[in-house]
Structures are given as C-alpha cells and as structure tokens.
C-alpha cells in the first residue's frame, strides 16, 4: 500500500525584547544562572505579571506578515501542570483566544511549484526555566533566568505532506521572523524550536490516521530526519498489523530514534482557564494599521523585486531571499559591481561552498560583501580573470587585505599586452617541434584537445596572468596557419 | 452532572493533593453541590451576553519593554531550602 504523510508544526520563536514577558527581568542567553529572575519569573505568591508592549507587537507584526486576522481583544490563560522549573505550577499562554488568528505563507518547493500552507494561530506565551539533571547527587538543579521569556508559538495546519515540506514551512517562518526582527533566529541557542504532529494514511483517503508528537525538534536537518523516521516508524508499525498510540515521542539526533516519552501521557489535562492577574488584552484598528504601514519588505516581495530588478531566475531569486542575511550580502555586492547575475553565481556558488565547508553563517562570512563586489569588478573590467579570481578569493578568505593589493601581489594581474602574449605563444610554438606537427595532421575534431595542451603551456609561461580567451584566439591563428 | 470517587482522585493527583478516604467522601459532596449551583445557575438564559474573561471591566495595561530589576540572586538564593553553584536544588525529577 502507498502511504501519505501528514504534518502540523508548532514552532516557538522567542520574541528579541529586551525584557521578559511579563517582568522586568532582562532576556539573556548563557548568563549566570538565576541572576536575571525576578520575584514573577520565581512565581513568588503575590507578585503579578505585567505585559511588554513589545511582545504584544512583535505578535502583531507578524500576524500582518502572513496576512492573518489580528484579534482586537485576545485573553492570557493558565495552562496548568507540575514541574520543577515551571514554578508557578502553570504557564501562561492563550488558548481560546490568542492574538493571531488564521493566515497562510507560501512555500517554494522546487524551482517552480510553490505551495501554500495554513497557518492556524499564532500566541503569546512564557517559557520555563531549565532543569539540570547532571551534577547533582538525587537532586535537579533549577535555572530561572530563562522563565518568562517571551515566545510565540506558531501552530500550522496539518498542510504539509512530506518531511521536505515541514522544512520549507519552517525555514519561511524562519526568515519572515528574521526579516522582520522579532526573533533573531538563533536555533543552536534555542530561539527557535518546533515540536512535529505527524500522521499516516493510505494515498486518496480523506480521514487523518492518528497523530505523534515529536518534541523539541532544534535545527532544519534534524526536523528532517525526526519527521522521516516517525513516518516510516509508523509504515512499519500499521503494515505489521499493529496500531499508532497517540503520544508524545522525543527526537534523539544522537542514535537517530525517536522514542515515547510515558511521564507525560497521563499529564495532558491542562484545565486551561483565564489568568485572573492578567486581563483581557485590547487593540483597535488605528494600533494594527500603524504597524502594517511601517512593516519591512518580507522574503516573497523582496524575492519579487530580485526577479523584477535584477533580472534572476525565479529560482536564484528564492535562494538569495530565503535568508535576510544572505539578501542583504547581495545586495552590497550587485551595488558595487553591478552585475547581479555574476553576484548570485559567486554568492550561491563559491561563497556557499566555502561558508558550508567552514561550518560558517553568512553573516560571519569572512569575505565582506564589499570585497566580493569589489573582486567581481576587477573581472568585468577585466583585470582578473577566472582562475586567478579563484585564487583572490581564497587568498581574501584568509585576509582582510585590500583586493586590489592582493591582486598585485600575487601578480594576480591579467596580462592583456598582445605583444607580450604573442612572444610567449611564439615560443612555445617553436620549442614543442613534435605536438605542432601531431596538430597539423590531425583531424579537426581531435586538434580542439591538442590545443589545450599549447594553452596550458602559455598560461604556464605567463605564470597564470594571460587571458586564457586571447591565448586561444593567438594560438589558433598561429597553428592554423602553419597548415 | 455528578462527581464519583475517581473524579476527585484525579483532580486531587492534578493537584498534587493528597486526600484521605473520609475526606474523598466529603469532597464528592461539597464540589458535588457546587457543580449543582453551576447546574441551577445555567438555566439563566445568557444568549446575548458575552463571556467574560475577567470580571473587571477594564483592558490590560502594558509595560515599556526596559529593564527595570537588578539582580537579587542572593537575597532570592536563601530563601531556598536548598542550593547549589547557584541553582535551586529539588528532588531528582528526569523525563
């Protein structure tokens, strides 16, 4: 039997505040434990919450990047279980009535079919702290710093049919809360995570086979492989006459499983109910329309006006806007040389080679957008050529020099003097007797080869620096006239 | 609707209540009569009032995104009844 895969994300992007959610405390990563913990983050009795207007907006900003409805009047809930770094014994998040209600984006799937996936809702919640379980005989050691920190939690439709989609889903919420600036995206450090509802059903069925939670999913790949190997976990388990259970299961990147994770079954009554210490949260019109007026150029227009003003391919386009760092790289480069075309290629070629070998973000990349627009000048206007552009660009990867004083001193230069070129052809003519003789008899079709050899010798003798294109032409003509 | 001995064990566990045998039987009657008063009370006819999340007729007030607290790591850190490196120590819990 064929099988469909079915999947809904719930991603939590933590909101960039400067404050937590509801404290004063400020949000940090990595500080030392419990010092950025306030009385409301520790759930002392008495001390009440109160919201950051800026995680409000954030929440709204987004909504109106994907087009969603933007509840004016949206309540804060208490959903209640027991842990140790949850210390409140509830954490407060929205359930009936969250901020965001129902939007959609667009994905790209291939280099023409896009898809377009629903978004359910969008909320306001706290984190919890962090529990440390080694270290400690028969005891857990409790963080706080990072409870109250604002997230949203993004929840999809169950539009998503196979793991490759689940990561375009998320990469394009990836780089709307980027470009917008809400979340910095930071995914080793926890900024953004997403738990993976997965199903099975047979190809052309309509009703929805019973869902896995896989929990705390935190890079692209990962979401990848947790979501193949659940779907074909499942495969497996209903083609042996078994049945899925509804549970949660936690990826584990280090074995490659998933595995269910009991303690919490039992747990999954959360008697939400309204936070009495926080009332119902109100926006009007005038609020949400400043914020559409003043929100950035997102991922698809800029991808639109790649296509529109710099004449990409719809493909390269997508590549290049997909990540605001990366659009932001090309842009500085296609400003200095001019030249999208050649700063995508460079860009999607050989920068991305490098950064993916070095384990580097672009945003660290150690070649500036400048030099590289600057290293793609001096091949328009043909002071480099090709291979010695090649050997620029390693040379500027290991060095913040000027490219135009590495060009000299690497002798980088190219050598346009005909004369010059002339010589060294001339010489090499008339010093490879033999393999101009083996040329002259020759058929046509083999002669294209031989010529490379005459070439590689004339780069040779120019030590790189001739113009591969004009030791070409000068060879030929020489060669042919010899016939 | 009416409460039986499990409904109450099952709230009490959410709770992380422990309940004697003679109390359980107490609780199925005294919660039993509050859910009986939310019986009566749901033969008011509410079709043109709107739920309420809060009884106070008033809009969440929001704060400046600043940081306003210093840190009270020590002070916070006595109160507990057992720390170490920092952290506030509990018994072992693990998923």
């Known amino acids: 039997m064929s099988w469909e895969v079915v999947i809904g994300l719930e991603i939590h992007a933590q909101l960039a505040t400067r404050s937590k959610l509801f404290s004063g405390a400020a949000v940090t990563f990595g500080a030392i434990p419990n010092t950025h913990a306030t009385l409301v983050d520790l759930g002392m009795p008495g001390a009440l919450p109160v919201l950051n207007e800026s995680a409000l907006k954030m929440a709204v900003q987004f909504g109106v990047a994907i087009d969603a409805e933007i509840k004016q009047h949206s309540v804060f809930t208490r959903k209640n279980y027991f842990y140790p770094d949850l210390p409140k014994g509830y954490q407060t998040s929205q359930m009936d009535e969250p901020i965001v209600g129902q939007g959609y984006v667009d994905i790209q799937l291939d280099h023409s079919r896009c898809k377009r996936i629903g978004v359910t809702r969008a909320h306001l919640e706290e984190d919890a702290g962090k529990s440390l379980h080694e270290n400690f005989t028969g005891m857990t050691g409790i963080d706080l710093n990072r409870?109250?920190?604002?997230?949203?939690?993004?929840?999809?439709?169950?539009?998503?049919?196979?793991?490759?989609?689940?990561?375009?889903?998320?990469?394009?919420?990836?780089?709307?809360?980027?470009?917008?600036?809400?979340?910095?995206?930071?995914?080793?450090?926890?900024?953004?995570?997403?738990?993976?509802?997965?199903?099975?059903?047979?190809?052309?069925?309509?009703?929805?086979?019973?869902?896995?939670?896989?929990?705390?999913?935190?890079?692209?790949?990962?979401?990848?492989?947790?979501?193949?190997?659940?779907?074909?976990?499942?495969?497996?388990?209903?083609?042996?006459?078994?049945?899925?259970?509804?549970?949660?299961?936690?990826?584990?990147?280090?074995?490659?499983?998933?595995?269910?994770?009991?303690?919490?079954?039992?747990?999954?009554?959360?008697?939400?109910?309204?936070?009495?210490?926080?009332?119902?949260?109100?926006?009007?019109?005038?609020?949400?329309?400043?914020?559409?007026?003043?929100?950035p150029e997102l991922p698809d227009q800029r991808c639109q006006r790649f296509i529109d003003v710099y004449g990409l391919s719809?493909?390269?386009?997508?590549?290049?806007?997909?990540?605001?760092?990366?659009?932001?790289?090309?842009?500085v480069v296609q400003r200095c040389c001019n030249d999208p075309k050649a700063s995508a290629n460079w860009i999607m070629g050989e920068l991305t080679k490098y950064l993916n070998e070095h384990h580097i973000d672009i945003a660290d990349a150690p070649i500036s957008a400048p030099q590289l627009g600057q290293l793609l000048k001096r091949i328009a206007d043909n002071t480099i050529h090709g291979n010695a552009a090649k050997i620029l660009f390693e040379a500027l990867w290991h060095s913040d020099d000027d490219v135009d004083k590495i060009i000299v001193n690497k002798g980088l230069k190219q050598l346009s003097d005909v004369g010059a070129i002339e010589t060294m052809v001339d010489e090499v003519i008339s010093t490879h007797v033999d393999q101009v003789q083996q040329y002259i008899l020759a058929p046509a079709p083999r002669r294209d080869r031989m010529l490379g050899f005459f070439v590689g010798r004339v780069m040779q003798a120019s030590k790189g620096a001739a113009n591969p294109s004009q030791v070409n032409k000068l060879l030929l003509q020489k060669l042919n006239r010899l016939n | 609707m009416t409460l039986v001995d499990t409904d109450i064990k099952k709230i009490a566990h959410l709770a992380r209540l422990q309940i004697s045998q003679n109390e359980l039987i107490d609780y199925v009657n005294s919660l039993g009569s509050i859910l009986a008063l939310v019986d009566h009370m749901q033969q008011v006819n509410t079709d043109d009032v709107e739920p309420l999340a809060n009884p106070l007729d008033q809009h969440q007030r929001l704060r400046v995104d600043q940081v306003t607290t210093v840190n009270q790591h020590d002070e916070f850190m006595a109160l507990a009844p057992v720390s170490d490196a920092g952290l506030y120590l509990v018994p072992k819990v693990i998923e």
């Open chain 1, 147 to 295: 409870s109250s920190t604002p997230l949203l939690e993004i929840v999809s439709e169950p539009d998503m049919r196979s793991a490759a989609e689940a990561v375009a889903y998320m990469r394009k919420i990836h780089s709307i809360v980027t470009t917008l600036g809400i979340c910095d995206g930071n995914m080793a450090e926890g900024s953004m995570r997403c738990d993976a509802n997965v199903s099975i059903r047979p190809v052309g069925a309509v009703k929805l086979g019973t869902r896995t939670e896989l929990k705390n999913i935190n890079s692209f790949r990962f979401v990848e492989r947790a979501i193949m190997l659940e779907a074909e976990r499942q495969i497996n388990l209903l083609e042996a006459g078994g049945v899925v259970v509804q549970e949660t299961r936690l990826y584990d990147s280090e074995h490659n499983t998933t595995r269910s994770m009991r303690s919490k079954e039992e747990a999954n009554d959360y008697r939400y109910f309204p936070c009495p210490d926080l009332l119902p949260v109100h926006i009007d019109d005038d609020y949400i329309a400043n914020i559409r007026a003043q929100l």
């Open chain 1, 314 to 331: 719809e493909y390269d386009a997508s590549v290049l806007s997909a990540n605001r760092s990366m659009a932001d790289y090309f842009e």
